[in-house]
């Protein structure tokens, strides 16, 4: 490691001259990168937010956290930044996109920057015209002008020979050092993502007993908890606050020394956001059934978002069952069961109330019903999901008899869970809440 530590001295010495050499400012030329102008009268405040703009060019939603950190502090055409994931968005501004963009509005060049005051510019000053005949005197060359290569100093050319040389046998060296620690590292999550908030419930498994989490939100620095009941004394990186009422953590305290496998809560389901912060629901900590309610289209629409996502996130041990019609998103995945009968997903007890209550009676499994049922049937499938012990979840397309936890939707998408205490952010209909709402 000592040589190629010695040859990274030697390529960042190199580099520093080439820079010095090297135009900057207004001469300098940003990368060639995926980018989106907001359409709209520049200027003028936007209808979209961020996930509006994620859902719009990514196809996603809740993929808006990408976005906001490859545009934070980025000078915009009017001379505005994106400092706040939840400010306006403005008509006329850049966004530079990551990778699976896929609206046709997309260009790929270096994305307009700034755009400069010209009439704050000072004019040329004049430019004197020299005495003809013989009087006029020579005029003596700048010092350090001219001379050299292509107007460099001699001393920069020798500095750039030796450079490109060095560069062409150390820099495929260190490519190949970086990706293979790289192949061995796993890879980190991006900030504000689900994929974080998974390490992080990875992480707690691995050190204690399974919290009682009803809710998490994943913010660009930091994953909370929200708990019932309370636990005063979480492991480390974690610290309570409202006397254990949520636990709290940086992202970057989370990245280390957890396994790929297990741990984590099978049941969580995207909601929207909570001051910015991608906002999940534990459907497993429900005693009893959660039941979709609102304008009927949108409810159908959101179980099929939540089945999607668990679909996606859950072990492969999760069984995931749909009584009645599928809902979107088409088609539906490999691994969910639907059926007409809710007889032919569970064994269902009999009257005796020990077998209702035993602890096996419905574990690791995820009922969504979009048909109506008998009375008897609700009354029975709310029993299985409360005596469930937080492994599975009941959701129903539609209003039930024994509904503990109502989730209320609007026709834009706009989602009510104030039963769980949460208040989400509410933006326009372009920048909707629901993932897959309207696809």
């Known amino acids: 490691m000592s040589l190629t530590r010695a040859y990274a001295g030697l390529v960042l010495a190199v580099v520093t ?114 005495e003809q005949g013989p009087a006029a005197a020579p005029q003596a060359p700048p010092v350090g002008g001219g001379g050299g290569t292509f107007g460099l100093r001699p001393v920069v050319v020798t500095l750039l020979g030796i450079g490109a040389v060095v560069l062409a046998v150390v820099v495929p060296v260190l490519i190949r050092l970086v990706r293979r620690r790289r192949a061995a590292e796993p890879p980190r999550p991006a900030p504000g993502s689900r994929q974080a908030l998974d390490r992080a419930l990875r992480q707690i498994a691995a050190s204690a007993s399974q919290p009682p989490v009803y809710a998490a939100m994943v913010g660009a620095d930091r994953v909370s908890l929200r708990l019932s009941p309370a636990l005063p004394d979480p492991p480390p990186p974690w610290r309570a606050r409202q006397q254990g009422a949520i636990w709290e953590a940086p992202s970057w305290d989370l990245d280390q020394q957890v396994t790929a496998d297990g741990g984590g809560l099978p049941m969580l389901a995207t909601v929207g956001t909570v001051g910015g912060e991608l906002t999940v629901v534990n459907l497993g900590r429900a005693p009893g059934i959660v039941a979709l309610t609102g304008e009927p289209a949108a409810a159908y629409r959101l179980a099929g978002a939540f089945l999607d996502e668990i679909s996606r996130y859950a072990a492969t041990s999760v069984a995931i069952s749909v009584v009645g019609p599928p809902p979107p998103p088409w088609p539906v995945p490999e691994r969910v069961r639907v059926v007409v009968d809710l007889r032919s997903v569970l064994t269902l007890p009999g009257d005796d109330a020990e077998d209702v209550h035993g602890s096996s009676a419905l574990r690791d499994h995820l009922v969504v019903v979009t048909a109506p049922l008998p009375p008897e049937e609700w009354e029975r499938l709310g029993a299985l999901a409360a005596a469930s012990d937080g492994t599975a979840a009941v959701v129903v397309v539609g209003d039930a008899p024994n509904t503990v936890w109502r989730f209320d939707i609007d026709a834009n998408g706009a989602l009510d869970v104030g039963v769980l205490g949460l208040h989400l952010d509410r933006p326009t209909p372009r920048g909707r809440l629901i993932p897959a709402l309207g696809r």
């Open 17 to 130: 001259a080439f820079l010095l050499a090297t135009p900057t400012g207004a001469d300098a030329v940003e990368p060639s990168v995926p980018y989106w102008v907001v359409p709209g009268q520049p200027g003028a405040e936007s209808e979209l937010t961020l996930p509006g703009v994620a859902d719009r060019v990514l196809g996603d939603s809740r993929r808006w956290p990408e976005i906001f950190e490859l545009n934070q502090g980025r000078t915009q055409p009017d001379g505005g930044t994106l400092t706040d994931p939840a400010q306006p968005v403005r008509a006329g501004w850049v966004f530079v996109l990551p990778e699976g963009a896929t609206s046709g509005e997309i260009r790929v060049g270096p994305p307009p920057s700034a755009t400069p005051d010209l009439g704050q510019q000072p004019e040329a000053p004049p430019v004197d015209q020299p």
